[in-house]
């Protein structure tokens, strides 16, 4: 009896016996699980290097992250970018230069076959797609991210959106309005304009025939493998985020060249 009050004391004071007797040591396994589900720390998730990512030979190849799978964390958890990068967009990369193989558009460039692409040749619509989609969401986004648009794009962007904060608005409702997997885009039009709007799955505005034409200049995923990890259901949490990260450089890079095509 006055063991087993001693036991109870020992254990709500997390403290473990040290004499060994047979009886003690079978309720010293109690106090040690107690211990046990209360003090481990959760276990530290290791990321692989993504400079070892390398595709299959082919035409297509993946480009090289400009920062590391940890450097986003504010707002893209490292394990998520982790099997985004090396599992999700090397698929689509091996999977594009199986779909070329052999044929003459393996010569030509990604917006090229996209442009003139048949849309019922499903292996190219969701890998071709699938590479320049990924191939524009990661090289628009650095841990030095975050902040305002500037120059001719911050200029173009009040012009027909009226502010930045209006047109991440725009953004944010376009992610967040598409239904099941696809991408929020901004993207220059045929008239030269900027515009918002959003695809399914791994469709993307160079595409013919889709409600959206034009040359993308910064596309956001919104499947959940983008962010289910961290933020579940919560996709306009994820979208917020998002913008803490995009690198408006590179936007702006991208919209220079779509301008002068
Ligand atoms: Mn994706």
């Given at each position: 009896m006055f063991m087993k009050k001693l036991?109870?004391?020992?254990?709500?004071?997390?403290?473990?016996?040290s004499v060994a007797t047979a009886k003690e040591g079978k309720k010293k396994s109690c106090c040690q699980k107690k211990a046990a589900t209360t003090c481990v720390k959760p276990t530290?998730?290791?990321?692989?290097?993504?400079?070892?990512?390398?595709?299959?030979?082919?035409?297509?190849?993946?480009?090289?992250l400009q920062y590391g799978y940890?450097?986003?964390?504010?707002?893209?958890?490292?394990?998520?970018?982790?099997?985004?990068?090396?599992?999700?967009?090397?698929?689509?990369?091996?999977n594009l230069n199986k779909a070329v193989e052999g044929k003459s558009i393996a010569n030509q460039s990604i917006e090229e076959i996209l442009k003139n692409l048949d849309m019922s040749n499903g292996a190219l619509r969701n890998n071709g797609g699938g590479f320049y989609n990924h191939?524009?969401?990661f090289a628009t986004m650095s841990p030095n991210g975050g902040g305002?648009?500037?120059?001719?794009?911050?200029?173009?962007?009040n012009q027909t959106f009226g502010s930045f904060d209006a047109l991440k608005k725009q953004l944010e409702e376009a992610?967040?309005?598409?239904?099941?997997?696809?991408?929020?885009?901004?993207?220059?039009?045929?008239?030269?304009?900027?515009?918002?709007?959003?695809?399914?799955?791994?469709?993307?505005?160079?595409?013919?025939?889709?409600?959206?034409?034009?040359?993308?200049?910064?596309?956001?995923?919104?499947?959940?493998?983008?962010?289910?990890?961290k933020y579940q259901n919560k996709r306009n949490a994820y979208l917020d985020a998002?913008?803490?990260?995009?690198?408006?450089?590179?936007?702006?890079?991208?919209?220079?060249?779509?301008?002068?095509q």
């Open positions: 036991f109870i004391l020992m254990c709500a004071t997390g403290l473990t016996f530290e998730v290791k990321v692989g290097n993504p400079a070892d990512v390398k595709a299959a030979s082919g035409p297509f190849q993946i480009e090289n940890a450097d986003l964390e504010k707002a893209i958890d490292k394990e998520t970018m982790e099997i985004h990068f090396s599992k999700h967009y090397l698929g689509y990369t091996n191939r524009m969401y305002t648009p500037t120059g001719k794009l911050a200029e173009a962007i992610g967040a309005k598409r239904f099941g997997s696809g991408w929020a885009w901004l993207f220059v039009n045929k008239q030269g304009k900027l515009q918002v709007g959003s695809t399914a799955n791994q469709d993307n505005p160079l595409m013919p025939g889709l409600d959206i034409s034009g040359t993308p200049i910064l596309g956001i995923d919104v499947w959940e493998h983008a962010y289910y990890l998002l913008f803490s990260i995009v690198d408006w450089n590179k936007v702006a890079d991208n919209y220079a060249k779509a301008i002068a």
